[in-house]
């Protein structure tokens, strides 16, 4: 238990750190990872070409980090700002324990859900008692963390690859349920559907660097190559 507790001590004074000192982390990948990934797709190498270093924002705090994307959920970017926001001011600090001290109802309060309050609620509740060991997630495996994180209420496996690509950096995470990642293969690679079996040739393709793809897929469907678009046959009406 003593164990468990340093930990998220040291996870919070890393937080607060990065935000006194306003410096931001961002995921880190270099010459190996491009060169890879150029050597492997001539069109990838294009668009990285094209695009040049990107620069994608961290979690520093893992608790943090998944109560954030328990907030974030069918909601829009700003709308998840404004409760954070509201959370870090009624919290000063979000941990497990100033979480845990916090009824469902008050968390409701700030803008969230009764059912978002309550699966941040059961989080921190089996931290603090000691059901869910988070130290332990970060020594996982790929698989195994994302089976850990997705027995979490309110965590399903996007969510669950989102944190560990976020906040653990973990270099080969690429998202077949992220529908901007299929958007980018789409729009890269000219294709009008992606299916799981078109899906794992690039999976692959990419491995063991697929979060550095990932985050110039997001980039290419988030228009950052002009003229490009996307071959997904249009919705009938």
Not at 105 to 132: H, N, P, T
Not at 203 to 210: I, L, V
């Amino acid at each position: 238990m003593l164990i468990r507790y340093s930990f998220c001590l040291v996870s919070v004074i890393i937080s607060l750190y990065f935000q006194k000192a306003g410096a931001a982390m961002y995921f880190q990948y270099g010459e190996t990872e491009i060169n890879y990934l150029k050597r492997k797709d001539k069109k990838l190498a294009w668009a990285i070409e094209q695009i040049g270093h990107i620069e994608r924002k961290l979690d520093a705090n893992l608790f943090a980090a998944v109560v954030r994307h328990i907030v974030g959920q069918q909601i829009s970017s700003k709308a998840q700002a404004t409760v954070w926001a509201r959370l870090e001011a009624r919290l000063k600090v979000v941990t497990p324990f100033t979480v845990h001290a916090a009824s469902a109802e008050e968390l409701q309060g700030l803008g969230m859900s009764l059912r978002k309050a309550e699966y941040i609620k059961d989080f921190a509740d089996k931290i603090v008692s000691g059901e869910f060991d988070l130290q332990a997630v970060e020594q996982m495996s790929d698989a195994e963390a994302i089976t850990a994180l997705s027995s979490l209420k309110g965590i399903g496996k996007w969510t669950a690859e989102m944190i560990l690509l976020f906040c653990l950096q973990r270099p080969d995470i690429l998202s077949y349920d992220d529908l901007a990642i299929q958007r980018g293969l789409r729009m890269l690679y000219h294709h009008r559907k992606i299916t799981r079996e078109l899906f794992a040739k690039y999976q692959k393709r990419y491995s063991p660097y697929g979060s550095t793809a990932a985050i110039y897929l997001w980039e290419i469907a988030g228009g950052a190559i002009e003229g490009m678009k996307d071959y997904a046959p249009a919705k009938k009406r």
